[in-house]
């Protein structure tokens, strides 16, 4: 799947023959690995330095998720700095786990509008 940044999610995959041999098995495996290390482990490391967020764009992220966590009733600053981080960590990590719900639901919407990987907080 392409994001909006450009980026390509993907998972490797084969389908594996009814009855084939455990040997073809692990070898299909080490050429996936193999293949991974090679190709995307170099290109990707070189693709997020590319296509990487600016400091804006995430404070702009961050400022999105803040604003959904606020809309579902929890107080969370305006403009949250990345290294006030733990302003959304305090409010997600107590013992009311509401608020864990609303962030697992407002993240997705956070990542989506702003093409972040599925991995990626801002």
Known sequence: MLTSRKNYEYQLGRKLADGESEQRRQDARAGFEACRVWHFDAVQRQWVIQTAMTEAEFQEARDHLG????????????????????????????????????????????????????????
């Not at 604003?67 to 997600?92: F, L």
């Not at 919407?109 to 990626?120: H, I």
Request: glycine share 6%.
């Open 67 to 122: 604003a959904c966590m606020r809309a579902a009733g929890y107080d969370t600053p305006e403009h949250s700095a990345q290294e006030n981080w733990t302003d959304y960590i305090r409010v997600i990590e107590g013992a009311d786990p509401a608020p864990r719900e609303a962030f697992r639901n407002c993240l997705p919407l956070t990542q989506q509008a702003f093409g972040m990987r599925s991995n990626e907080v801002p």
